[in-house]
Structures are given as C-alpha cells and as structure tokens.
C-alpha cells in the first residue's frame, strides 16, 4: 500500500535547480568569451562531453537509471565549474582528464549525486593544479592586451596541439595572472603602487578579469533571487573576504592589494556563488553556512598571501568540505521548545 | 593447511598488514614513491618484523606482564637501530634515499602489533614465520603501491635502482613512455592515499568475487 | 602485604634492567662494528656530490676535509659559520666551494652549492635543499632539468651585472613560463656568491 | 659508551618501579563487558547457544570463549551489535545453533494437559502457572518463546504459536522507492 | 481584511499548499440519513479498547452506552441510533496498517428512539464532578488526535489553568468540516467554550483563527459578543493548526519539550469537541457523530454529519461520487492523511475528511532522487529540525543518532515532503523509525522482565537447594530409623535425574 502523505508537493525538482545554475553561469561566459575568445567555449564543451560519456559509463557500470542522473544536470554544473575554472588555453586533455577525474573521484567513487564529501570540480581542479601545475598557471592574456594580431585558430590550436605552437607564440598570447603577477613582483622589492601600474590591471581586480566577475556577480544575484542559493554562503565569504583585506590593506598598502581587489580578481565571485554554494558538500544550518564561508575566505586570503600557488580557492573548499559533518553537528538550530 | 601455511597466506592475503589491517600506514605512504624505495623499506620492516618476533617467542615467559610493551619496544627499538647503522654503513645512498623512515619502524604499529599479539603468544618457529610473512606481505604492498606511484607518476618502474645496486644497475630502469608529462599527484602524498585506496578496493573486490 | 607488593615491582625492575642491559650491549657492538664503515661511506657520498660541482679530476687533495670556515655574509645569505672546501692542485688552491642560501624562493630558502674556480668563473652549481612548488618551481633540481647547468662556466666578466636576470627581465637566463621567482632567485644568489668569492679572494685561495 | 650504558639502565630502574606499582594501583576488578553483552541478547534464555542462559553465554563471550554467532533468536542482527561491542568482524548467525524464527509463544491446549507440572520445571522465566495434577496455562506475556517447555512435556499439548501482527503491534514499514537502490545496505 | 487585534508570534517554516476548501463550503451541513447497519469499533481514540457492556441480540437506544472506558485513557462507545447488536466481530478499520480491530454492529430499526437525556447543570456542579460525568460522554479530541476529553480537562491541585484556547485554524487543505460547524453552530462552540472554561477555571479564553475563513470569524464574533472570549486571527500558514504551533502563534510560548501545554496553564480544544462537550453537558447527548468533509473527485463535495459507524459506502453515495475517476479514498487532508485500506469502512470519531482521489487530483509521486542536502526541509520545517539529517539517519536505520537529532520531536507535518526537489518520502522514513524505535523499547522491556525473572528463578532454585541439603542434614542425624522413607527419597531423585537427563539430552539433540 502506498500510503505516501502529504500526497502534494510544491517544489522544484533537482534538474531545475541545476539548469538554472548553468542559466546563471551564462552572463560570465558570455563575457569571458567577448574577453578572452573561443577557447572557454571549447573547454566547456570538452568538458560536457566528457561528463556525459564518463556518467552514463559509471551509471550503467553501477546499474542504476541513466536517464534520470544524466538529466539532474549535476555533472553539467560539475563540468562547467572546471572548465571556467582551468586556463582557457590549456591542451585538450587538461580539461578531459580532469573532468574524468571529477567524475570518478570527486563523486561517484563517493556513491554518486548526493554522496560526495567534497565539491566534485574542485576535486578535479586541485588535481590538475598539484599534477600539471605548469600548465595550470599558464593563463591566456586578455585579446585587446595581446600585441599583434591574435587569431582565434591559435587558441584553438595550443588548446589542440600543443607542440606545433612555437614557444614565442605562447609567449605573446600569455600573461600572469593579477595574483600571481602581484606575489611575483612583490619578490622584486616593488612596492604594490608600481605593480599595478602595469597593463593587466583594471579599475578593480584584473583588466577584463573583473569585467568576467561582474558576469558571476549577475547570475549569482539571479540564484539569490531564484533562491536557489542562500544568502549565508555568498555573503559571509564576500565579506569577511573583504574585511580581511581591508585589515591587510590599511596595514600595509604596499604589499596588501585592495579589498576590492581581493574580491574582483581570481575566482572570488565564482566561488562565492557557484562553488561553495553547492549543497552537497556544504553545510545544511544557516549558522554553518556563515562558519563555512567565513573560514573560506580566511583560508583563501592566507593561500594567496602565503601559499605556494597563487590562488587558493580549490585547497579551501577542499579543506573546509572535510569539517562540513562538524560544522553541521556543532551548528544544530535550536529545536522548537528546547531549552536556549 | 599446515600451521606456516596458513601463516604465510595470513601475511600475504587473508590479514595482508597493509590492505587489511592498515597497519605501517607511515611508511606506506611516505615512503612508496617508487618500486625501489618500498621494497627496500618493506624487506628492512620484514627482517625487523622477523627478528622481532623470533626474538620475542623465546623469552616471552620471562617478561613479566605489566612491563611487556616497554619489553617490546627496547627488543624492536634495538633491532631497528641495528638494522639502521647497517644500511648506513653498507648501502649509504639508500640510506639516504629512505632517511629518516627507517628509524621510524620503531613507531610501526604493524612490528608491535605482531609482537603483541603473536609472538608473545605462540612458539618461536611459527613467530618467527609469522613476522617473516606478515613483513614480506606489508613489503609486497609497499613495492605494488611504489610501481603505481611511479607508474603514474614518472611514466618508469624502478627508478633508483642504482641505489641499491650501483650506477651499473641504472640500464635496468624501465621508461614506458617517451614524452610522459608526469602526474605529480601519484608521486606526492595524495597519491598514495589515492592509491592505497586502489588496492585495498582491488583486495575486496577479489574476496567478494570468490 | 607491603611485602608482596615490594617483591613485585622490584621483579619489574630487576627484569627491565636486565633487558636494557641486554639491549644496550647488542647496540654498543653494533654500533662499533659499523663506525668506521659509516664515516667513509659518508664521507664518500658527501665526495660525490662535491664531484657534481667540481669534477674529480680537478683537484688531488681530500676535498672533503680540506675547509676553510666563512663568517656571516650578507652575499652568502648564511646566519652561522658555514664550511667552504677548497679544491687544491698540489697543495695549490684552483677552486673552492660555496654554500650559498637564496633567501627568496616562492616559498622560503634555496640552498646551493656553487663551485667557483681562481680565474672566478663558475664552475658548477647544485641545489641542496628547497622547498618550491612541486611541478613548478623544482626544475632547479639537477634530477629534474639540466637548467642549473646554465650557470656552468658564467663569470661576472662575461655576463655584466645587468643580464644576471631572467630573459623575461632582459638578462641572459632561461625560465620555464610561468614560473620566474625560482629562477631569480637563484640566479641572483650565484651572482652574490660570485661577488663574494671575488671580494674574498684573498682568503679563500691563500695557502 | 658508560653514559649510554647508565641512562638506559637509570630509566630501566625508573620506569621498572613505575611499571609495577601502577600494575597494583590500578588494577581493574570485575568486568562490566559481560552486562554490556548480556544487554544485548534477546533474554529468551533458550540454551540454543550452547550455555545454561543467556548470562552464562555473556560470560563465555567476554571471556573469548564462545562466539557472537551463535544466538538465534538475536539473529544476525543481533550478532552484528555483539561485533560492534567486541570490536570484531561480524559473523553471520550459526546454523549449528538454529535458525532464526518467527517470535513465537508457546500456548497449552488445556484439553490434553494432564497437570505434570514438568514443564513448569523447564520454564526459565517461571512463566508457566499450575500446580501438580491441574491443568497448567502460559503468561503470555512472560514468555519468551524459549521452546523449552516442548521437550518435557509427556503429551505433546504445547504448541508454539506465532505471534501475528494486530494493531497494537504494528509498524509502519521502511519505504522502498524506484531509482535509488534504498534499503540495500 | 481582518482586523488585526493584537501581534502575531510566526514560527520557522511552514508552507502555504493550495487550500482547496471552497469546493466544500458552498453547500450547508447536510444530515446523512441511518444507513441499514452501523459498525462501531471499539478502539476509536487514543488508549485502551473500550469494554463491552452489551451483547448479540441487545436492543440499544440511541444514546445508550454500549461499551465502558475502560480506565482512565480510554472512551466510551455509545449507539447512533436504537436498533439491535447483531455482530461483534474484527473488521477492517480505518487505520494505516489496513488490519482488522473490533467492532461492533448494530442494526438500525429506524426508530431513531433517543435514551433518556438529562442535562447537566454545569454552574451548580464543581469540575471534579463535571469530569467524572464527562468521562462517561465518549467525547474525544475530534481534531484528529481523539484523545479522550476528560483527561484533558483533568489538572493538577498545583496546577492552575491561565488560558484555554479553542483550535479553529484547520490549517489542512481540503478539510473544512471545522470551518462549517463555525459557520452554522458558533453558539454551540462559544457556549461550549465557555463551559469548558469554568471547568477547567481559566482566567482567559480565546480562539484562534486563520485568516482564510471570514464567514467563519464573523459568525464566531457574532456569537461571542456578550462574552470575553477572545478571537484571534493568525495567518494562514500549514501547519497552525497544530497545537504547540498555535499557542506560539497566539501567544509567543513555546511549549518545551517534554512538557505538556497544561504545565503552562494553557489547554487547548478543537472547535468541534467544545461544541460536542456543550451538546453532552446541556443537552444530554454524547458523542455519537460528527462533520466529516467530503471532497475531492466527487460531484458534489461537502459537509455532512454523520452517525459514528456509518459505512463509508453510504456517505460517498450521497455525495454523488464518481467511482470510476476515484482510485481510492484519503482520510484526513493531503498533508498528513493516509490511504483508508478499503471503501467498506466505517465513520469513526477521529475521520474529520474523507477525499475521493485520483491520479490527476494527487500526482503519482515522482522518482526518487538521492538527496543533494538543498536544506528546503530544515527551512520548512515548523520545528526547526534538521529533516535531512533525521532522513539519513531513518534511511540507514541509525535510530540513536535519529533520536540524538530529536526525532521524536518531529510531528509529521509533511512540510519537509512538501518542498524537497528530490520527491523524497521523508515523513515515511521518520514515521518508520519512531514505529521501530517504540518496538525496540518494548522489546527492550520484555528482554528486562525476562531477565530479571531468569535471576529471580535461579536464585531461587539455589535458595530451595540449599534448605533441602540443610533439611537432610538435619533428618541425616535420626536416619537409620527412616530408612524406608529415604530409599523412597531415593527412588524420587533418581526419578528427577532421570527427567533431567532427558532434558538435556533432548536440548542436545535439538542443538545437533
């Protein structure tokens, strides 16, 4: 007998939730593309493709439904994340192996949507990071930033074939990052006023870097109205991101960029809205929420300043997804008519 | 089955003291980042575990009981230190390559753990085998996980074998692939978590096949 | 009562006593039987990487024990007294060794040997310890690229003291892209080593 | 080499007294495992194990003398909260000992008793009531299906009735839904 | 809208389901008329089963009492209508579990004869009384959770009642049978009411009300003018009906755990057992039916009152159901109601709704998807639990960690169901584990007695061997004389070694 009450239900099923982060991701694409070109596209795609070929191989290995777990979109979101996440000029099987990496490791080997402990794109970004970090910091300059004549083939080509590109041409088309730029110079005795003189900083963070994360800011704010996120995650790492740099600053305005710098540049708006908030692997309680964000952000400022890579969000959420059960436990809300 | 028997497949399978019992942990996975370097530790751990244990056996009615794992540790402590200036003295560029980790069988649980809860229980002969084998299988999953790592991780199979054997041994490296980027996370020490994982889900797989 | 429990812990006692002395018997012998091989393969391994920055053939002396001590230095980057060895033809100095520490790594100190010969050209360098990112910044490391052999040869006369720098900043070195602070700082460290052996000449190849 | 010598046997000496006058101070007396164990075993106090009740087989476990598997009417679930408690590997129920059955009550047909009293005598939780020559009935209640009354019985009147599930026993059951293979542990 | 009277206290979560409650109010109360044969079961309320006091082929009048509370948590039984008892038997019955309990039939002779009725001059009898008398009245809680009334009026010396709140909120879709008995009988509730608050001597009454029911407020106003009776309006959100929730939204206090609203001196009544009590005490008829709301997919939904044991068969006739769309009947509302077993049920005191489904009223539940720890459920959740993780405790049959995250705390409202993405079933795993955790402490219990009547057993078997040795010591001394008598003796033990020989050889033999 099914006795199934409450027998009505009002609520969005997990692929609309899902679609709608992808929904939300587009501003920033859009954007990055109109900066950067095609190559994003083409790891987004490589990325997709993958995932979809990797989940439904894993599913039928496992024997569950196909249909129902490829079309949640999880493994889309997962696929995107990291594509946005990795250098848009990376070869082919950069972002191939690293959202096979995700797949497997990051969640099915954790029993698939639901299970994962940790953020299944950060999973495979950190592995990429640590196993090919030159390739991984190995970013592509802004177009209007690059000298000559800048064909979109290239990029297509380096994405390709790696060694028919000269090393000269990769030259001319890559550039540091802001962070990274900044932690190099800084060990040149530079103070932080001259650094940022150069031409691949912008009005906040990095040139057109910025402009990208303006775009994230937008479809975060979109999954904020949508609620599909809370507000605990992305507020409380924004500001105490802020915050921290803003200490740092006023400290010591030579070697501590801005506060806004710190939140325009990297992945901060991606992480804040995209990455942290995936409801797997963070925590349910809204006093949760906040630690979680706010130790994040603690954990990305100190990578960034101190760490032996330049930008630190991947090893953070990693760190902090291993103290959700924690957190989650210590943070229960108080339950109706339970003492204070 | 007799009683070696049953102690060798203990050691190697049934109670194998790196996929099963998850003991040596340390070494496990500080250690394995090559063929070479795990079973050079697992075959040092080996000769320990066995000395230790056929060295326990005997005198095992002598110890009195509250004082026995003080006992334990000065018999291994001592042993390991031998075992230490040793490979020192006669094999200095391993010595070097394995550092500090071979002082560090001391803290191995697995050479206690045996000691505790075999040789002071039983014979000296089936001790002694039980510290041989429990040793050889820790010494089997050392090298199984170093070849992954180093597989994975440098694209060769046992690299730094000239460590052991001199430089006239480096023509026996194997190169699988001619330009390997390298996939540095096997090498480090995320990949033998990874890999110890990968084994001991091989392990378990086997048993629930049969 | 107080009887049995005396006897007790004294049996505790006399047994633990008797095993450390045991113990301590079998380690005092082993330890006498592998002194002596122990110093000289140490000895020996220290003399082959002392080999990879001076060959063999340069000099005829006991590299090893043929030191001279160096104070503090800013060039040198050392905060205690540090060793350096002198390589000597006949009783003649013709090359020395020195410990150079390059204080600003990515992350934290490089250690480096830098052999340099009387004519004050390098004749080798070779990292001793570091702590770079893996993948990145290790290539450094003689197992991992011949890139330290760059220096091989360099000399303050044939590289002027603006091209001691990465090509990326004008000088004459090569980098792997995307990582220079590793490279800088070693190249910065050798030239400071040059330095150093320049002003100290003096001393460091006096008899 | 003299040094070496006297630290060790200093701290042989030191550690010799320590050692021995804890092992005295705190020594620890009874052993409550046997009340943990004997918490977890059905009570039923049939001797299927192997020992006169349940507490004796409490004891034989703790003690390392009898297995966790060998308690039927715990089952295997049973046998897997004795090998949390222990610390081992959980073993499934062993047939040797009997299966597991359906929780039962033993019910005497009053025609057939003849007032024997032997089963009175067999029950390990006085749960039969009846003197010599009058018929005898089972509490109900009290009994915890032990099936040791069976044997003595020299007429074969007592039967062993399932106990059905009626409201007041109800349970709403685990639901089991398509797509996910929930309820397979 | 309403006037807002004085600050509302809005608790965590809740949801706002579509009401659906027009469809039954268009149309007034209906009376059903006597169905051909009434089956009442005798376990209608919460506690023990009622004791029989008739037997087969008794004539009863209406109003009789045909079966006894028995105890204090337990409710009399009395007859709809005269006629004869023809059956006692088990019949299916309107629970989950779809299993037989027992009834009583009884076949009607139409002659609708009333039993004497006598009402009660409440304002000349003090409450002890008035409780006794009440508990003969088989009223119980008609909300829904049929507790029986007169152990709810029943209150310490220590123990004084400050407020009495009458629950009008029916916060559950659908279900409007409160909704009309306001609306046509508010003198009743308001008297009711009153009677209810010189028994229990409150200082305050009040009622609270959602804001969806005008028609319903305004007649409760009407009735409660020359009063001091307070009413209320609170906001309509799923589930205010619940009474810890009510009282926090009327008043801001949390009921603690394990506490009763009572140890507040605040008792709360649904509207129709007030209404009920007020029919007992000043007309003299006790509980023998109620409104039931029928609605859903049938032609002509509403309210009906009903004569308790009325087949389900008959009210759905007059409601002109359309059999062929209906695949089977709800009782309760969709939030926390459940599938009746059979159409061939009868009426009982705690069926406040009976919805005629069909696969296009109440979708099929969707796949299930694994849980992706969105928290919808911990936000919806009135009693601000942690759903998901009490989910994944029920799921993995974890029920101390269940119980450590206050799963009995949990009061089955069915937000959490109501808005998770994935289509999980949670309120069923929470219902599943509170069922094997109450079984387990019952089992718990039993293997307790056992045990101590193992102990007290052997203890005494020792105790009886040890006076029978110091017996035969003591015969030991002037034996030779008894000589025959101990070879009798003899013959005895032989005689029990024997039968414990065959004992153990027969446990051996089962054991191999």
Known sequence: MNNRSPYIVNAPSVSTIMFKVLLALIPGIALYVYAYGFGVLVNIFLASLTVLLTESTILSIRKLPIKPFIFDGSGLVTAWLLALSIPSIAPWWIIVLGTLLCIIFGKHLYGGLGYNLFNPAMVGYAILLISFPAFMTHWQAPIFLIDGHFAWIDQIKIIFNSQLISKETVDAISSATPLDYIKTQLTLDQPLSRIKQDKIFGFFGGQSLEMINFGYLVGGLYLLKEKIVSWHLPVAFLLTLFLIGLIFNIYQPDTFASPLFQIMSGGSILCAFFIITDPVSAPTTPKGKIYFGIAIALLVFIIRIFGGYPEGIAFAVLFMNICVPLIDSLTQPRVFGHKQ | ?210 | ?207 | ?185 | ?512
Not at chain 3, 24 to 36: D, E, G
Not at chain 3, 130 to 159: A, M, R, V
Not at chain 4, 7 to 34: E, H, N, R, T
Not at chain 5, 394 to 421: H, M, R
């Open chain 2, 1 to 210: 089955m007799n009683s070696i028997q049953k102690i060798a497949l203990d050691g190697f399978w049934k109670q194998n003291p790196g996929v099963v019992q998850l003991l040596g942990l340390c070494p496990t996975l500080a250690i394995t980042t090559s063929v070479i370097n795990g079973l050079s530790l697992g075959i040092a751990t080996a000769i320990v575990m066995a000395l230790s244990n056929g060295s326990v056996s005997p005198i095992r009615k002598f110890i009195p009981i509250e004082i026995r794992v003080p006992v334990f540790v000065l018999i291994i402590a001592s042993l390991v230190t031998i075992i230490d200036f040793s490979i020192h003295a006669f094999i200095q560029p391993l010595y070097k390559a394995l550092g500090i980790f071979i002082p560090l069988i001391v803290t191995n649980c697995i050479v206690l753990a045996r000691v505790e809860s075999f040789a002071a229980k039983n014979e000296t002969t089936p001790s002694f085998f039980d510290g041989l084998f429990m040793g050889l299988g820790l010494a089997m999953v050392l090298t199984l996980l170093g070849g992954l790592r180093e597989l994975f991780g440098k694209g060769t199979l046992f690299s730094g074998i000239d460590l052991v054997f001199g430089p006239s041994a480096n023509n026996l490296v194997i190169h699988f692939f001619g330009d390997y980027h390298g996939f540095l996370l096997a090498i480090l020490p995320p990949g033998a978590f990874i890999g110890l994982a990968c084994l001991i889900a091989l392990k378990n797989r086997i048993e629930t096949n049969q």
């Open chain 5, 1 to 512: 809208m309403l006037m807002q009277i004085k600050k509302i206290f809005k608790f965590n979560g809740g949801v706002h389901p579509d009401g659906n409650k027009a469809e039954s109010t268009h149309l007034p109360i209906a009376r059903l008329p006597i169905p051909k044969k009434l089956v009442l079961p005798l376990r209608q309320h919460v506690g023990n089963i009622a004791k029989l006091k008739v037997k087969i082929g008794d004539h009863v009048l209406k109003g009789q009492m045909i079966a006894e509370a028995d105890g204090n948590i337990s409710a009399s039984i009395h007859a709809p209508t005269s006629g004869k008892i023809i059956k006692i038997s088990e019949e299916v019955v309107p629970h989950p579990s779809g299993l037989p309990d027992f009834c009583l039939t009884l076949e009607p002779d139409f002659k609708d004869q009333w039993i004497e009725k006598k009402s009660i001059q409440w304002k000349k009898l003090d409450s002890a009384t008035l409780i006794q008398t009440l508990t003969h009245s088989g009223i119980v809680g008609l909300g829904g959770a049929v507790f029986p009334t007169h152990m709810k009026l029943k209150i310490n010396k220590t123990q004084s009642i400050n407020t009495l709140v009458i629950n009008a909120a029916e916060c559950e879709p659908f279900i409007t049978c409160d909704d009309m008995l306001i609306r046509e009988r508010a003198d009743e509730i308001i008297q009711g009411a009153l009677i209810t608050q010189s028994i229990l001597n409150a200082k305050h009454c009040m009622i609270g009300i959602e804001d969806n029911k005008i028609e319903a407020f305004q007649s409760l106003t009407k009735a409660a003018k020359k009063t001091s009776i307070e009413i209320k309006v609170v906001p309509t959100i799923y589930p205010s009906g619940d009474a810890k929730r009510l009282i926090y939204l009327l008043m801001g206090i949390e009921v603690p755990k394990e506490k009763r609203s009572i140890d507040l001196g605040i008792q709360v009544f649904n509207v129709a057992t007030v209404a009920a009590i007020y029919r007992y005490i000043e007309l003299g008829e006790p509980s023998i039916n109620r409104i039931v709301t029928v609605t859903g997919n049938v032609k002509t939904p509403q309210n009906y009152e009903v004569l308790f044991g009325t087949p389900l068969p008959e009210l759905i006739k007059n409601a002109d159901g359309k059999e062929t769309k209906i695949d089977k009947f709800i009782m309760g509302g969709p939030m926390m109601g459940f599938d009746l077993p059979s159409i061939n049920v009868p009426v009982t005191k705690a069926m406040n709704c009976v919805i005629g489904s069909s696969p296009e009223l109440f979708l099929p539940p969707k796949p299930v998807m694994p849980c992706i720890r969105c928290a919808r459920c911990a936000d919806a959740c009135p009693v601000y639990l942690q759903p998901q993780e009490l989910y994944w405790f029920s799921k993995s049959s974890q029920l101390e960690k269940a119980i450590d995250y206050n799963l009995f705390d949990c009061i089955e409202c069915g937000c959490c169901t109501y808005v998770c993405p994935s289509n999980i079933p949670l309120v069923q795993f929470y219902r599943y584990a509170k069922s094997e955790i109450i079984a387990e402490e019952k089992a718990k219990e039993a293997a307790n007695t056992a045990r101590e009547r193992n102990e007290f057993r052997l203890s005494r078997i020792e105790r009886e061997k040890k006076e029978r040795a110091e017996r035969n010591a003591q015969k030991a001394l002037g034996a030779q004389e008894k000589q025959a008598t101990d070879e009798k003796k003899l013959a005895i033990s032989d005689a029990i070694k024997r039968v414990k020989k065959n004992q153990q050889e027969n446990i051996k033999n089962k054991n191999e």
């Open chain 4, 1 to 185: 080499m003299i040094t070496a010598l006297l630290v060790m046997i200093l701290l042989a000496i030191l550690l010799g007294l320590v050692l021995g006058y804890s092992a005295i101070k705190f020594k620890v007396d009874g052993d409550p495992m046997v009340a943990r164990i004997d918490a977890i075993l059905p009570q039923t106090q049939c001797g299927q194990c192997g020992y006169p009740g349940c507490k004796p087989y409490a004891t034989a476990i703790a003690k390392g003398e009898a297995d966790i598997n060998q308690c039927p009417p715990g089952g295997d679930a049973g046998a897997k909260a004795l090998a949390e408690l222990m610390g081992v590997e959980f073993k499934p129920l062993n047939e040797e000992h009997g299966i597991q059955k359906p929780k039962s009550v033993a019910l005497i047909d009053e025609s057939t008793c003849i007032g024997c009293t032997l089963c009175i005598q067999a029950c390990p939780v006085d749960a039969i009531l009846g003197a010599a020559k009058q018929m005898h009935t089972i509490i109900s209640s009290e009994c915890t299906g032990c099936e040791l009354c069976l044997p003595p019985c020299p007429v074969d009147c007592i039967t062993m009735e399932p106990i059905l599930e009626s409201s007041e026993t109800w349970k709403w059951k685990y639901p089991i839904y398509n797509i996910e293979k929930i309820g397979k542990v």
């Open chain 3, 1 to 207: 009562m107080f009887k049995d429990h005396f006897k007790k812990i004294s049996i505790t006692a006399t047994s633990m006593i008797i095993f450390s002395f045991i113990a301590s018997t079998a380690l005092s012998i082993s330890y006498f039987i592998t002194k002596s091989p122990i110093d000289e393969s140490d000895a020996k391994a220290k003399k082959i990487f002392l080999n990879q920055v001076i060959s063999a053939n340069l000099y005829d002396n006991d590299l090893v024990k043929d030191t001279i001590s160096a104070e503090p230095s800013q060039l040198l980057g050392n905060k205690k007294n540090i060793e350096i060895y002198r390589a000597k033809i006949k009783n003649k100095v013709v090359a020395v060794i020195i410990e150079s520490i390059a204080p600003d790594g990515y992350s934290g100190e490089i250690k480096t040997l830098v052999g340099i010969d009387h004519e004050n050209k390098v004749l080798g360098v070779r990292v001793i310890n570091h702590k770079e990112t893996p993948g990145l910044g290790d290539y450094i490391e003689i197992e991992k690229s011949k890139w330290i052999k760059n220096f091989d040869n360099t000399s303050l006369e044939k590289i002027t003291e603006n091209h001691w720098a990465v090509k990326k900043d004008g000088g004459e070195f090569d980098y792997t892209t995307g990582a220079t602070i590793t490279p800088r700082a070693v190249i910065k460290s050798t030239y400071k080593t040059l330095l150093y052996a320049k002003e100290n000449k003096q001393r460091l190849f006096a008899l």
